[in-house]
């Protein structure tokens, strides 16, 4: 845990500036090194954020089909979402309205399309039951089988269990946030108990409380609007809720509601 964000990129930076200083540190062993970021909402755009203090540089996702043509000694980012992977009659051309009316028509390709050729990924996309699993039990064994995947690991920022990864059944604590996953034993909580191809998978839920200065001050300038309000009224009745809060409300009354109740 870091004290403040400030404190989190100067980190970034001397990781930065130590690789720039010794470049053969990425192109011998893994380069070039390149960062997914699946889901490019306030989630997505901070793990950006890190990425770009880190030192990366945008690419778009057409370069993930000519990785060899890449600079080996640097760091990439790519942005990805359901467009991306989404196909219908062999196109990537995601429209939420049709994919609600004709889900059987869509196929997920991003196990073979786009995760084996990252070296990270940070998952951060709105996942609820109407779409398929992102990443299946088979698609990622398929993947960590094939001796050309280059994916090392994935920060699931989002880390919902039993939800858009197969494999992930529980999250894990900010004291114990990784564990290991390969195709032949599974989930392992030690490095020791994996497979040499094993992938690491960072699974904790609460992240916000890592850095708990900012994310105070983030909740208080989002919230701080509607306090009033809240205050004024004499019951906190979901059903009576402005809609802006209705939308935003996880749980009323010890349940979770309609639109959060596949968390449960």
């Known amino acids: 845990m870091y004290d403040s964000y400030d404190e989190l990129v ?26 997914g970021i699946l889901g490019m909402g306030v989630v997505g755009q901070g793990a950006r954020d890190v990425f770009i203090e880190l030192g990366a540089q945008q690419i778009p996702a057409e370069s993930l089909e000519a990785i060899d043509q890449l600079d080996s000694s640097k760091m990439y980012y790519v942005e990805l979402g359901r467009k991306h992977f989404l196909q219908k009659d062999g196109k990537c051309e995601f429209s939420h309205e049709d994919y609600t009316l004709n889900k059987s028509d869509y196929e997920n390709v991003f196990c073979q399309k786009y995760l084996s050729k990252l070296s990270v990924l940070a998952l951060s996309i709105a996942w609820t039951p109407e779409y398929p699993p992102l990443i299946t039990k088979e698609g990622i064994d398929s993947l960590l089988n094939d001796p050309h995947s280059r994916l090392m690991a994935i920060g699931d920022l989002a880390c ?12 894990k604590t900010s004291e114990s946030p990784f564990f290991y996953y390969d195709s032949t034993n599974g989930v392992s909580d030690f490095a020791e108990e994996a497979a040499s191809d094993s992938i690491i998978y960072l699974a904790v839920e609460k992240l916000p409380s890592e850095l708990p200065k900012e994310g105070s001050h983030m909740f208080e300038s989002s919230l701080s609007a509607y306090l009033k309000d809240i205050c004024e009224k004499e019951t906190l009745d979901y059903e009576h809720m402005d809609d802006e809060l209705k939308t935003g409300a996880i749980i009323s009354k010890g349940q979770f509601t309609d639109k959060y109740s596949y968390l449960g």
Do not use: M, T, W
Request: one cysteine or more; proline letters at 8%; glycine letters at 6%.
């Open 10 to 35: 100067d980190k970034l930076h001397k990781i930065r500036d130590e690789l720039a200083q010794n470049p053969d540190r990425v192109s011998s062993n893994c380069g070039p090194l390149v960062f």
């Open 160 to 171: 919902i269990a039993n939800g858009p990864v197969e494999f992930l059944k529980s999250c």
